[in-house]
């Protein structure tokens, strides 16, 4: 990695919008520099100006579909090639509501692609790197429907399901060395107008469990730091989803996504 610069960076996919977004912003508050990958056409760019101008930080950004491994291996090919990293925001991720017999052969190829392949493939790739920093985290964003399967989801709590238990394996496994792993579940998150629509058909219970991205990512970054492997996040999402047995939960979850569903 001769030529690397020697700043150490924070890698943060999905950056441009949601969580993601907030994450960058989180992190650029701490003065740490960032390298920001998005898909194209979600102006990454002037957000990367923009955290440029208002913070004393480095910022670099990439563009690109998680949808086929090459791009992913051109992504991680240019970070090792050019920076070092210590933190490692694995936040892309895909979903929706969908009747499962209606849904493509796309639509689950790029929830598994996406969630799963990208997830694991980002991390195998800048784990060399991460290892040759002092410290170094890895924070994966999974979802509190990893533990509730429900229907008209299916294949998305399944995605999130592996992020969780990849997590929970990877950091046993990393327990020792310098790479601490950590894994948050969130539920729903008022990121933008659509998902907030859809919150709304979901009735009461989607309205509890409704999230702040901002603090989201300040306690989770809070947490990470302190080398927590699970984060916990909204109680009544967790004590919805992990502790109520599933044949009470999973008719009650369908229930809610299915009246997402017939409303759209």
């Not at 929970?168 to 060395?177: N, R, V, Y």
């Not at 919150?199 to 989201?216: A, F, M, R, S, W």
């Not at 730091?225 to 008719?251: A, D, G, M, R, Y």
């Amino acid at each position: 990695m001769s030529g690397v610069s020697k700043k150490t960076y924070a890698v943060v996919t999905g950056a441009s919008q949601g969580l993601g977004k907030a994450f960058a912003l989180a992190l650029a508050k701490r003065n740490i520099p960032l390298i920001l990958i998005s898909l194209p056409g979600q102006n990454l760019i002037p957000f990367a100006n923009h955290l440029r101008s208002t913070y004393p930080i480095a910022v670099r950004y990439f563009e690109t579909d998680f949808a086929n491994d090459h791009n992913i291996l051109a992504v991680t090919q240019w970070i090792n090639n050019n920076y070092n990293v210590h933190i490692l925001i694995n936040n892309a991720g895909t979903g929706g509501s969908r009747q499962f017999d209606k849904v493509s052969l796309h639509y689950i190829n790029t929830i598994i692609q996406v969630n799963v392949k990208a997830t694991s493939l980002l991390t195998h790739q800048l784990l060399p790197n991460l290892q040759q920093q002092k410290q170094s985290y890895i924070l994966n964003v999974s979802s509190i429907a990893a533990f509730s399967p429900v229907g008209y989801k299916t294949v998305y709590p399944a995605s999130k399901t592996f992020i969780h238990s990849f997590s929970i394996g990877l950091a046993e496994e990393l327990k020792d060395s310098n790479v601490s792993v950590s894994v948050i579940n969130p539920g729903a998150m008022k990121t933008n107008p659509e998902i907030a629509k859809r919150i709304e058909k979901q009735g009461t219970l989607g309205k509890l469990t409704l999230l702040d991205p901002n603090k989201v990512a300040e306690f989770s970054l809070n947490r990470m730091f302190k080398k927590e492997t699970v984060i916990l996040l909204n109680p009544i999402s967790w004590f919805i989803s992990k502790l109520l047995p599933n044949w009470i939960k999973v008719p009650m979850m369908t229930r809610v996504i299915k009246r997402e569903v017939t409303h759209e």
